[in-house]
């Protein structure tokens, strides 16, 4: 087994903008040159989430509604008032979503389904720069 790992970073527009990061992920298992194993790609921020979708605008446009019938940005957040801050609920939809996604690849293809999609989403109610993560694990 060999390990691989990568870095970079994106400029986002927060409030809920969904990056799609596939081909950058694909690149990292192109450029290691690994055939077969398991690929992490994990964002290093508290307001910020990693997981697959169809990368669609409607796809898109249910996730950002859904979460924020969950999580309001409106509402009372102890984060806001303990810390004189507005972006409580950015906290709680990562937290909810998780920081990575795992995806197994083979013959140095990601596995992924013909529309799904590996994306970076932003909850922050701001334009950020925020740095992504992927670690290949295999042969």
Do not use: K
């Not at 694909?26 to 992490?40: E, F, K, N, S, Y």
């Not at 997981?51 to 969950?70: H, N």
């Not at 309001?72 to 102890?78: G, K, N, R, T």
């Not at 013909?114 to 295999?138: H, I, K, M, N």
Request: charged share 20%; proline share 4%; glycine share 8%.
């Amino acid at each position: 087994m060999q390990t691989h790992l990568a870095e970079w970073t994106v400029s986002t527009r927060g409030d809920n903008d969904v990056i799609d990061v596939s081909d950058d992920v694909q690149r990292v298992i192109d450029r290691a040159g690994m055939r077969d194993g398991l690929c992490t790609a994990f964002v290093a921020h508290s307001t910020c989430a990693m997981t697959t979708i169809e990368a669609e605008p409607g796809c898109v446009a249910d996730l950002d509604r859904v979460l924020g019938s969950i999580t309001p940005a409106d509402d009372v957040y102890e984060h806001n008032v303990r810390n004189h801050d507005t972006n409580g609920h950015a906290h709680i939809r990562a937290a909810l979503m998780g920081p990575s996604v795992t995806i197994p690849f083979a013959s140095g293809q990601l596995c992924l389904g013909t529309w799904q999609r590996v994306v970076c989403v932003d909850f922050d109610d701001r334009p950020r720069s925020r740095r992504l993560v992927v670690q290949l694990l295999g042969t």
